[in-house]
């Protein structure tokens, strides 16, 4: 059974950092595109960032230059480095895989000064 288990989160003030982690327990984990999903209170999770088995990422254009997405694939773990946090990044943060497998209970992030 596939399971991701999202840890990093809290609450920090604006232009702040924090480093989300994501373990993956599933199998073949280097084969997947793997990548980091929010969530605001009644919307759907939108996509922020991936990165592709080989190391290639992408960004969701509020994100790019402030985020970064990286995986260990000895570790089957991706994180999300974010930098200059702002209110608006205010979400719970999921990882999952491309295709996706059951969601994870994700972790809080509160930019609030």
């Known amino acids: 059974q596939v399971q991701f288990v999202e840890s990093g989160g809290g609450l920090v003030q604006p232009g702040k950092s924090l480093r989300l982690s994501c373990l993956y327990s599933?199998?073949?984990?280097?084969?997947?595109?793997m990548a980091w999903y929010r969530q605001y209170p009644g919307k759907q999770r939108e996509r922020v960032a991936l990165i592709i088995g080989n190391g290639a990422v992408h960004y969701v254009d509020s994100v790019k230059g402030r985020f970064t997405i990286s995986r260990d694939n000895s570790k089957n773990t991706v994180d999300l480095q974010m930098d200059n946090l702002k209110p608006e990044d205010t979400a719970v943060y999921y990882c999952n895989r491309d295709p996706n497998a059951a969601w994870g209970q994700g972790t809080q992030v509160t930019v609030s000064s």
């Open positions: 599933g199998k073949f984990f280097s084969a997947y595109t």
